[in-house]
């Protein structure tokens, strides 16, 4: 059974704007296409979206398991969760806009950027802390398919982050500079993020 379309844009929604946010994977994107071109940018900002589908995997498996195992466990799961978006939302708070992107004169091809993208998402453990965090909360419980609504959740993540990804290394000149121009303009998204990552962070905690 496919998501409910209340699901389906309520994640989308908050999807994208935490895709959005700046962070290390974003800046990297704006910071390879500013320097070393579109192309490149776009590849690499790909592959890191790409990546999200291990993570998509491993929640998918690891929820699945603890809801047949123990749903006071999957509870537990889910308190931690919410408790660990509101720290992320702490940090985005705390940083109050200190997102600049960096330039490097490096040539590596679009094909080996593409790669180092998808690699260094895929073993980034604080990804995977993230999905088990934020990926749950959508789950409709009186379903009786967590695991299924979960791997939709994942490939939405992943396709909305790959074309905004995409998008990002196509404009980053413009982008680049204008965030480093411009503090008070990440500052406002990190505060965005930040307003994020906590509501969602107390519904996860509040409705168990």
Same mark, same amino acid.
Request: with cysteine; net charge positive.
């Given at each position: 059974?496919?998501?409910?379309?209340?699901? /389906? /844009?309520?994640?989308?929604?908050?999807?994208?704007?935490?895709?959005?946010?700046?962070?290390?994977?974003?800046?990297?994107?704006?910071?390879?296409?500013?320097?070393?071109?579109?192309?490149?940018?776009?590849?690499?900002?790909?592959?890191?979206?790409?990546?999200?589908?291990?993570?998509?995997?491993?929640?998918?498996?690891?929820?699945?398991?603890?809801?047949?195992?123990?749903?006071?466990?999957?509870?537990?799961? *889910?308190?931690?969760?919410?408790?660990?978006?509101?720290?992320?939302?702490?940090?985005?708070?705390?940083?109050?806009?200190?997102?600049?992107?960096?330039?490097?004169?490096?040539?590596?091809?679009?094909? *080996?950027?593409?790669?180092?993208?998808?690699?260094?998402?895929?073993?980034?453990?604080?990804?995977?802390?993230?999905?088990?965090?934020?990926?749950?909360?959508?789950?409709?419980?009186?379903?009786?398919?967590?695991?299924?609504?979960?791997?939709?959740?994942?490939?939405? /993540?992943?396709?909305?982050?790959?074309?905004? /990804?995409?998008?990002?290394?196509?404009?980053?000149?413009?982008?680049?500079?204008?965030?480093?121009?411009?503090?008070?303009?990440?500052?406002?998204?990190?505060?965005?993020?930040?307003?994020?990552?906590?509501?969602?962070?107390?519904?996860?905690?509040?409705?168990?």
């Amino acid at each position: 059974m496919l998501l409910a379309p209340e699901q /389906f /844009f309520g994640f989308l929604s908050a999807a994208v704007l935490i895709t959005l946010s700046p962070g290390p994977d974003n800046l990297m994107v704006l910071s390879i296409g500013a320097t070393r071109g579109r192309l490149r940018g776009m590849a690499f900002g790909m592959g890191c979206a790409l990546g999200c589908l291990s993570h998509t995997l491993l929640a998918t498996l690891g929820v699945s398991a603890l809801i047949a195992a123990s749903p006071v466990a999957f509870t537990a799961l *889910k308190i931690i969760g919410g408790l660990y978006l509101i720290y992320l939302g702490w940090l985005a708070l705390k940083s109050r806009g200190g997102a600049t992107v960096a330039t490097n004169s490096s040539q590596e091809n679009a094909g *080996k950027l593409f790669w180092r993208g998808v690699f260094a998402n895929s073993i980034n453990p604080k990804v995977v802390m993230f999905f088990l965090a934020f990926l749950p909360q959508f789950v409709d419980g009186a379903r009786h398919d967590a695991g299924w609504q979960i791997l939709q959740l994942g490939v939405i /993540f992943t396709l909305q982050a790959m074309l905004l /990804f995409g998008t990002l290394g196509f404009f980053a000149g413009y982008i680049g500079r204008y965030l480093n121009q411009h503090a008070s303009a990440s500052a406002w998204l990190d505060r965005i993020a930040s307003s994020i990552f906590i509501a969602l962070g107390l519904r996860l905690i509040i409705h168990p």
